[in-house]
């Protein structure tokens, strides 16, 4: 098992520039998240899905989308990348019937 | 508004002492409480939980307390090791009715030889 896992590792984007993160889990897991890490900030819940084809609103959701087509898959779309999105984003899953959540190894942004 | 704080962002410790490692909540719906470890370049990996109708979790060398009237948990790391220096994140989450976690900003734990 791969666990949780997440594409790309590291991207350098020009303000304006569009992209999207991918994150992935094998564990059949129904509940995603998408989290990002600023120095001095912790770890912030940006937007979240209980279920193939669902999602919310997390903390900081503003400048993002996401899509959850499949349940193994969980997208974070940039519209319009700003420098103030420079952070490091973190993808995680957890089933119904527990309360730990498993991340992925980060994907470090980088919006000049 | 910070529902969960972490108030020391570092700790040095002597390596075979015990660790401290604190987290305050400010809402009272939270009733789970999860430990997780970082290291650098790495996701953050699951410690330790305790859920609010305990006091106390252990796990080998990594023990939580909760206090609910204080809305306080403590993780003790006894002996600390080397290995332990990481940055400790607590997270907070209701059972009921929403997904969501809280975390707190951390504390960079540093375990000297």
């Known amino acids: 098992n791969a666990g949780v896992t997440q594409t790309p590792k590291f991207r350098v984007l020009k303000t304006g520039q569009s992209m999207t993160l991918l994150c992935a889990q094998d564990?059949?897991?129904?509940?995603m998240y998408w989290y990002r890490q600023d120095p001095g900030m912790g770890l912030r819940l940006i937007h979240y899905?209980?279920?193939?084809?669902?999602?919310a609103k997390g903390e900081v959701p503003d400048g993002y989308n996401v899509s959850r087509l499949k349940k193994q898959n969980f997208l974070l779309g940039l519209e319009s990348a700003a420098p103030s999105q420079t952070s490091v984003y973190f993808c995680?899953?957890?089933?119904?019937?527990?309360?730990?959540?498993?991340f992925g190894p980060g994907t470090r942004l980088l919006v000049l | 508004d910070q529902q969960v704080k972490q108030n020391s962002p570092s700790l040095s410790v002597q390596e075979g002492r015990i660790s401290i490692l604190n987290c305050d909540y400010t809402?009272?719906?939270?009733?789970?409480f999860l430990w997780y470890k970082k290291y650098p370049a790495e996701g953050p990996t699951f410690l330790i939980s305790?859920?609010?109708?305990?006091d106390k979790n252990e796990d080998g060398r990594f023990t939580v307390f909760l206090n609910k009237s204080a809305k306080h948990l403590s993780l003790h790391i006894v002996p600390s090791q080397p290995g332990d220096s990481a940055v400790y994140f607590c997270?907070?989450?209701?059972?009921?009715?929403?997904?969501?976690?809280?975390f707190g900003t951390g504390t960079r734990l540093k375990v000297l030889a």
């Open positions: 809402n009272s719906m939270f009733d789970y």
């Open positions: 995680a899953s957890r089933s119904p019937g527990g309360q730990t959540q498993y």
């Open positions: 564990m059949n897991h129904e509940y």
């Open positions: 997270a907070a989450t209701s059972t009921s009715g929403t997904y969501k976690y809280i």
């Open positions: 899905s209980v279920g193939e084809g669902t999602t």
């Open positions: 305790i859920s609010s109708i305990k």
